[in-house]
């Protein structure tokens, strides 16, 4: 199981909000709305993401490193090795 | 009209495609994927975004800006300011 | 002349200050400061440098570009387009 | 000891690197070097400041938190959320 497991419901009621955002962006774009207010919500869905990805980020460390930590071998340096490449890869995002 | 009247088409596609991706998001999420790809489908989501409000501001900059700096007056510096402030948000989203 | 001419000693002011916050990370490492810590002035850093930047592009759109607009001609496009490039890299550093 | 200890000469190598390229960026300054190359030049530091910033983000994981993991212990939850909340400042800076 992932490590948003618990979290599931959580995570799906962001990203439904963030697709009922992402359609009111195209209802602004239709209806000619400011271009200043259009980037102004697209800065709003963009954070809105990043908190998920945060999230995410803090259950997988939580549960799915930890695990691979707390069982020791080879695969704990792995899964540091993995998720600081997605950190490096949500910072330059 | 706003500056991206001539490639409204253009921006409803890339939101389009984006509302897409949210949903293809709560399908991994559903289908319990591992953290490391959610997060970075998550990334590539906000990219898109990202390349929404830069095509967004250079049409803005292209149109609004240049209209009210060609046509003078106090209207020019204060969409001056209001673009640099919306740059400001857009940087730190 | 630049874009930042009239506030070329404000922006040295902001460098000066981000060299020795560059310098003071320098030492934070050298005292085996906490991981956490030396972090979070990193971060610090990274806004200040980005608060130059967003000064930076604010004087050049009021300056240059309003300068190439006002005069017409193909060299507004150009220097509008060179802009958005610029804040297309910064939005992505 | 902090979990760059093994590394500490690689970061500051890179925070030298960085003190010269802000030094750098004062010299293009009072040379009235065109924006947009200072601006690139600003971007540039700032992506060499994060890649610093995931670099110590890695050592964190691998070494700092990854012992607290193994040693158990209420400690453990702690370090991995105080680790996230670093990750979320990194993200949002």
């Given amino acids: 199981m992932p490590g948003y497991s618990e979290n599931k419901d959580a995570v799906q009621k962001r990203l439904r909000r963030i697709e009922g955002q992402v359609r009111g962006l195209q209802?602004?774009?239709?209806?000619?709305k400011y271009c200043i207010d259009v980037l102004d919500q697209v800065a709003a869905v963009t954070k809105a993401l990043q908190a998920v990805a945060i999230g995410l980020l803090d259950e997988h460390l939580s549960h799915c490193v930890a695990d691979a930590l707390t069982a020791g071998g080879g695969r704990a340096d792995e899964k540091v090795a993995e998720a600081s490449a997605a950190i490096a890869r949500l910072v330059r995002s």
Same sequence: chains 1, 2, 3, 4.
């Fill in 27 to 32: 209802r602004m774009v239709d209806e000619d």
